[in-house]
């Protein structure tokens, strides 16, 4: 399999910081690589950059992948369509475009011959590092709320603009974790403000301060709704009810999945203004999850896990009384959207969707024939029963369907045109096969068995991918570097871990703060059911997680070296005694704990990637990704993680560190060739490490 590179790591200075945390001495030598800003962490960049990048790039099957994962991203792709204040808008991308392109029409039949340009995001700059993040219709359609973002980053700029796309004012706001949502005068819109914010641009990694909800009106001063000054973790989420009389905020603290629900009610000030009244504490305490559905004959809907751990969806009066709707089932709700008079529910079957209709009176009318893994979008129109439904495979980003939601009637709509004498990548078969296995306590964790058509029925090379926090679920969808490591002929398994959305509040739970390492636990039970029933073996299988997926990955580093050939933690949470001191880190501690807690710190100790690597140990060939503008998961974290695992290598197996420049969190902002050349890196090496022969194709 793999063979020992001669190269050497650059050497990376091991300064003699430890500090004492309620009694335990915690030595942080890399403390200095947090100041992302230092001439010291800049040559580090440039030296692991120089040292890394000519290895990548000779790595057997780089070329192969490098060819593969360019057709992945080259391919033309159309969005869903979505309906917002009677216009109808797309996301398009011809194939070489950096940035997807919005078009919009008044009519679905325009939207499909081709609708006109209303923002392209290909004249913000030349390299594509600018990308859209958000875009939002005003009342009457004729302004949008457009918000960029530099480099990835998690900031936004919003500025107004016209149905031509031209800005109606100078003025722009700087926001985060929000979308622009509209009041109903059609000029004001509201956003996330925290003052005293540092760079725009994601190279800022200063813990972020308490959030105030702000309107915007276009020639006006900004004006503050909420102020959480007294509650620096809690953030709204924000919505205008159907019939646009009252603004619905959900309130929650960090990542915690519970909320309060606000009421302000909103009339027409003599001005023409949204006048914004009074809060209505409709939900006062965090107890449960709520999220608004709609409103209908004085009636606020929304789905909650109240009382009902797999979701239900009740209708809410202002002034008191719970009415249940569609009683809890026996699977997952995990999206409910209304459609006239009938509700629309993405539903979890084993982790496989099914979207089925119910009216209000909760009668069931049945699920709509949708074939795919995942429903990447449920788009309805306000008092229509049209509406549209995105779903994705493992090869497939999304395949677009028009729904009567009267009927059940499900059209497919046509894709993106092809590029003319372009003949389109054709993505590879493949057959899923759904597994389970043991966990440490008896619990089944189920598994997606991912296999390429032709592959032997024989132990071969497999990357194992899961994430196991948050209530997200991970299902059977895509991800740009899937198709290519099937067409390549590696077999694929997607775990369900606890902590994520697959099955439910309750799962959920068993798998953050106290019971966090039961989600390592799962993941070790999965790889040691596919060795065990000859899918791989442990010299044929890596380990492959993002964000904290990529805690999950290093965790299985630190903990069970020996199960795995090769690993690759992507922009992972690995410093988990210092998560929370960085942006938006602290929101975290609903699913880590809290280190500033002496109990918490203490079973955080037990199972931190960074804290529970041990020099001398044989640990696996191990590539760790990150960004150096990722302001969500700070690069820190790989940073420090890569040289203590260069530092511990006991073995003879490579630690690598890739770092992107200029690039971000996510992977859908990326422009295509720098996707691509991620993809590839990654996939070659695991390719590389676990003995999969790429042939030139």
């Known amino acids: 399999m793999s063979t020992a590179d001669t190269n050497r790591p650059p050497h990376t200075d091991r300064d003699d910081v430890i500090e004492d945390l309620f009694g335990h001495s915690v030595a942080d030598p890399y403390r200095w690589l947090e100041d992302e800003d230092s001439v010291r962490t800049r040559d580090w960049v440039e030296r692991q950059r120089a040292f890394t990048?000519?290895?990548?790039?000779?790595?057997?099957?780089?070329?192969?992948?490098?060819?593969?994962?360019?057709?992945?991203?080259?391919?033309?792709?159309?969005?869903?369509?979505?309906?917002?204040?009677?216009?109808?808008?797309?996301?398009?991308?011809?194939g070489g475009q950096l940035q997807d392109v919005v078009l919009v029409a008044g009519s679905l039949d325009e939207l499909l011959a081709g609708g006109r340009v209303l923002v392209d995001p290909n004249t913000w700059s030349e390299d594509g590092s600018v990308s859209l993040s958000a875009l939002t219709v005003a009342p009457g359609g004729e302004h949008f709320a457009v918000a960029r973002s530099e480099a990835g980053s998690d900031w936004m700029r919003v500025q107004v603009v016209d149905e031509h796309g031209t800005a109606v004012e100078d003025h722009a706001t700087?926001?985060?974790?929000?979308?622009?949502?509209?009041?109903?005068d059609g000029r004001s819109h509201l956003y996330n403000h925290f003052p005293g914010a540092g760079r725009a641009d994601g190279s800022a990694s200063a813990q972020l301060g308490a959030a105030q909800l702000r309107v915007h009106t276009v020639g006006a001063d900004d004006w503050t709704v909420v102020d959480f000054t007294d509650e620096p973790q809690a953030r709204a989420w924000a919505v205008v009810s159907d019939d646009d009389a009252w603004l619905v905020l959900h309130v929650h603290v960090g990542t915690e999945r519970t909320t309060r629900v606000w009421l302000y009610p909103l009339t027409p000030g003599s001005d023409g203004r949204s006048r914004v009244g009074e809060r209505v504490e409709l939900v006062p305490e965090a107890t449960a999850a709520w999220s608004y559905v709609g409103s209908r004959d004085d009636e606020l809907l929304f789905l909650t896990d109240l009382d009902a751990p797999l979701g239900r969806v009740v209708a809410l009066r202002p002034e008191g009384g719970l009415r249940e709707v569609v009683a809890e089932q026996s699977v997952t709700l995990l999206q409910a959207e209304l459609a006239a008079d009938v509700l629309l529910a993405s539903t979890l079957v084993d982790a496989t969707p099914v979207v089925q209709r119910f009216s209000l009176a909760g009668e069931s009318l049945g699920a709509l024939d949708l074939p795919g893994g995942a429903v990447v979008a449920l788009n309805t129109a306000e008092g229509s029963f049209e509406a549209f439904v995105g779903m994705s495979t493992v090869v497939d980003r999304e395949a677009a369907f028009r729904v009567d939601a009267a009927t059940g009637e499900v059209t497919a709509l046509a894709g993106p045109a092809e590029t003319p004498g372009v003949?389109?990548?054709?993505?590879?078969?493949?057959?899923?096969?759904?597994?389970?296995?043991?966990?440490?306590?008896?619990?089944?964790?189920?598994?997606?068995?991912?296999?390429?058509?032709?592959?032997?029925d024989s132990p071969s090379p497999t990357i194992l991918y899961g994430y196991g926090g948050f209530d997200i679920p991970i299902l059977a969808d895509f991800r740009a570097t899937w198709p290519a490591w099937l067409a390549a002929g590696g077999k694929l398994v997607i775990a369900n871990l606890r902590g994520g959305g697959e099955f439910g509040r309750q799962w959920y739970d068993q798998g953050r703060r106290e019971h966090k390492q039961q989600v390592f636990d799962d993941l070790f039970a999965v790889a040691e059911q596919i060795i065990s029933e000859g899918v791989t073996t442990a010299q044929q299988l890596a380990v492959h997680g993002k964000s904290n997926g990529g805690l999950l990955t290093g965790a299985a580093i630190a903990q069970r070296p020996e199960l795995f050939a090769?690993?690759?933690?992507?922009?992972?949470?690995?410093?988990?005694?210092?998560?929370?001191?960085?942006?938006?880190?602290?929101?975290?501690?609903?699913?880590?704990?809290?280190?500033?807690?002496?109990?918490?710190l203490e079973r955080i100790l037990t199972w931190s990637p960074l804290h529970n690597l041990v020099p001398g140990t044989r640990y696996p060939a191990t590539l760790v990704a990150t960004s150096d503008h990722d302001d969500r998961v700070v690069p820190a974290h790989s940073y420090k993680f890569a040289a203590e695992l260069q530092h511990c290598q006991g073995g003879q197996a490579p630690v690598w560190i890739r770092i992107e420049p200029s690039t971000g969190h996510g992977l859908t902002d990326k422009p295509p060739a720098?996707?691509?050349?991620?993809?590839?890196?990654?996939?070659?090496?695991?390719?590389?490490?676990?003995?999969?022969?790429?042939?030139?194709?």
């Open 674 to 697: 720098v996707l691509a050349a991620e993809g590839a890196d990654l996939l070659a090496f695991a390719a590389h490490h676990t003995g999969l022969v790429v042939e030139r194709g």
């Open 53 to 94: 990048e000519p290895l990548l790039a000779a790595l057997p099957g780089r070329d192969r992948f490098g060819d593969l994962m360019t057709a992945v991203t080259l391919r033309p792709r159309a969005s869903t369509p979505r309906v917002s204040k009677g216009r109808f808008l797309r996301q398009v991308n011809s």
């Open 566 to 600: 090769a690993a690759i933690p992507h922009v992972g949470v690995l410093d988990v005694v210092r998560f929370h001191r960085f942006t938006i880190g602290s929101a975290w501690i609903s699913d880590y704990g809290d280190p500033d807690d002496p109990a918490e």
């Open 423 to 456: 003949e389109s990548w054709q993505p590879p078969r493949y057959s899923i096969e759904r597994r389970r296995a043991t966990s440490s306590d008896g619990a089944e964790v189920p598994y997606f068995l991912v296999l390429p058509e032709g592959v032997p």
């Open 174 to 184: 700087t926001t985060k974790f929000c979308s622009p949502v509209w009041l109903p």
